[in-house]
């Protein structure tokens, strides 16, 4: 068994949101030497010594050039973003489970249940008409919460509620044993889980299962004044449904920071609507933490002592 601590790792990066010269400086550190896709390659050309990918959104066409990849690392804690996109087939895929980015999203979700249960949507139209009107609170026993999905992010997300007095109830794709949850999995319990929800959380990643799981039924047996907050991705609801149910009081708000398509077009009906709020893929923002350059080189070792990876990635189930 060798060790490898002082190998140099070869890795293409690609992303059009990330600092591409603060990832090369913060993984120097750990010997990883990180190039850039394309500008610092050849079209075409096959470069056998890069052996790893830290990417966002990556081109299919690249792959082709890098036959040696053994690792991809995401930059988000998607990967979906990979997956779809003609990756090489026989590589190690790694979600990023960074905690500063849970502490982001998580973050983000409180503040979102704190705006619906406060009901800031009403008293921003109410702004806006200038009425001055108080509106009578609602009861935090009747408002109970329904998260679907359960991953790293999700049991964050799940602290902080219940640190805030919350009630809330999770959905999985697995059946699990939790305590102090009312936990629910698979297809036949998803409508049991939301019964009587006023608000709905969705953490999902996007997988064949996941794809438009929630629509116009789903909202329907929600609480009466109910609201919709998604963090996880855009595909996994049927945005006509979820514009209806914003138009026709069957949702009465929703926070969206995950869309179909992205950028959200200037012609989409959910700019119209005065009872969501919206905001550009920013829950959380994945930052160059020692935390994540530490993963890579720390699989490497792995890999190359034939042990197992951290956060990879089961492809069949896309998460």
């Known amino acids: ?45 096959i470069y056998p010594k890069v052996e790893g990918a830290l990417v966002w959104d990556p081109p299919f066409e690249m792959w082709s050039c890098f036959p040696k990849i053994k690792i991809i690392q995401s930059l988000g804690a998607g990967v979906d973003h990979i997956i779809k996109n003609n990756y090489p087939k ?52 009747n408002f109970k ?3 679907l999905g359960y ?23 697995s059946k699990r044993k939790i305590k102090k949850i009312n936990y629910y999995y698979g297809k036949d319990q998803l409508n049991q889980s939301l019964k009587n929800a006023s608000c709905l959380i969705c953490l999902l990643p996007l997988t064949a299962q996941t794809n438009n799981i929630i629509g116009l039924k789903e909202f329907k047996i929600l609480n009466r004044e109910s609201y919709f907050i998604n963090v996880g991705r855009g595909d996994t609801v049927n945005e006509n449904d979820l514009i209806y149910s914003l138009n026709n009081s069957i949702l009465k708000g929703a926070i ?10 200037k012609n989409n009906k959910l700019w119209h609507l005065n009872n969501i709020f919206i905001s550009p893929h920013i829950a959380g ?3 160059p933490t020692n935390y994540a350059a530490k993963l890579l080189k720390e699989n490497f070792i792995a890999l190359y002592n034939n042990k197992k990876l951290k ?9």
């Not at 969206?256 to 077009?265: N, T």
């Open 145 to 147: 919460i329904t998260i």
């Open 311 to 319: 956060n990879l990635v089961n492809t069949n189930k896309g998460y």
């Open 1 to 45: 068994m060798t060790n490898n601590k002082n190998k140099k790792i070869n890795i293409v990066f690609y992303s059009e949101w990330d600092p591409y010269l603060k990832w090369k400086k913060i993984l120097s550190v750990y010997n990883i030497i990180l190039h850039k896709w394309p500008d610092d390659f050849i079209k075409n050309k």
């Open 256 to 265: 969206l920071d995950v869309f179909k398509q992205e950028p959200l077009m």
């Open 151 to 173: 991953g790293n992010i999700a049991k964050l997300v799940i602290k902080k509620l219940q640190l805030n007095n919350f009630q809330v109830n999770v959905w999985g794709n």
């Open 285 to 287: 923002i994945t930052n």
């Open 90 to 141: 026989d590589v190690n895929i790694i979600k990023l489970n960074d905690p500063n980015l849970s502490n982001q999203i998580s973050e983000y979700v409180l503040m979102s249940v704190l705006m619906c249960y406060r009901k800031f949507f009403q008293y921003l139209i109410n702004k806006n008409a200038k009425q001055w009107k108080q509106l009578k609170p609602i009861n935090k026993s």
